[in-house]
């Protein structure tokens, strides 16, 4: 049983896009079965066969990588990890990349080491929100809307299972939620994240 992570590369760079795909096909764990410089070609294979993880440039010839993100999210959900690498490091391009809901945003000038673990990572479920980013303003904009409705339910003590049900997803699923959730605000338990919503206002129309 085949049980490597099936990447796919989106970058406009032919030589980092050989560079990346050769370093990542020496890890084990890891293949490559197809790299694209054709933001085209990576939509066309991807209708055919998804991977686990696109790892993807935000600047690509005639789209938007934020984008074509947003559109692969909308359509796979959280089946298929998304990582962005980027030259830009701005604080709203973090935020527009995890209100998508993306698992990483990395810079270009990321190691292979982090590129590689925010690989791994993203296969448990873990975002990987950058450390310099504010707490509080990061915990409020990157939750994603789907977190946000599990929130909610976390805060009327309802049961992972109770969750899957009323939102139709697998227990599984929730629990990646809960771990994003629990990553994002800080906290180390459901209760604890309930509470730093509160804190934050995210649960401010909320009542008990």
Do not use: W
């Amino acid at each position: 049983m085949n049980t490597s992570i099936r990447v796919y590369l989106l970058d406009d760079h032919p030589l980092l896009l050989e560079g990346l795909k050769n370093r990542l096909e020496a890890e084990p764990g890891i293949e490559v079965p197809h790299a694209f410089t054709d933001p085209y070609e990576f939509t066309v294979q991807i209708e055919r066969s998804c991977p686990d993880v696109v790892l993807m440039d935000i600047s690509l010839p005639h789209t938007d990588g934020f984008q074509l993100a947003l559109q692969l999210k909308e359509r796979y959900g959280n089946a298929l990890k998304i990582i962005l690498l980027s030259g830009y490091t701005y604080e709203e391009f973090y935020f527009k990349a995890f209100k998508i809901g993306v698992h990483a945003y990395l810079s270009k000038q990321a190691s292979y080491a982090k590129i590689i673990n925010a690989i791994k990572q993203s296969m448990l479920g873990h975002i990987l929100v950058p450390e310099n980013i504010g707490a509080a303003h990061s915990s409020t904009d990157a939750l994603t809307p789907a977190e946000r409705e599990v929130l909610r339910m976390l805060a009327q003590e309802k049961t992972n299972k109770e969750i899957a049900s009323e939102l139709a997803i697998s227990q599984r699923t929730v629990e990646y939620h809960l771990a994003s959730i629990n990553q994002k605000l800080g906290a180390k338990t459901r209760i604890g994240a309930v509470v730093k919503a509160f804190e934050l206002g995210l649960l401010h129309n909320f009542h008990i």
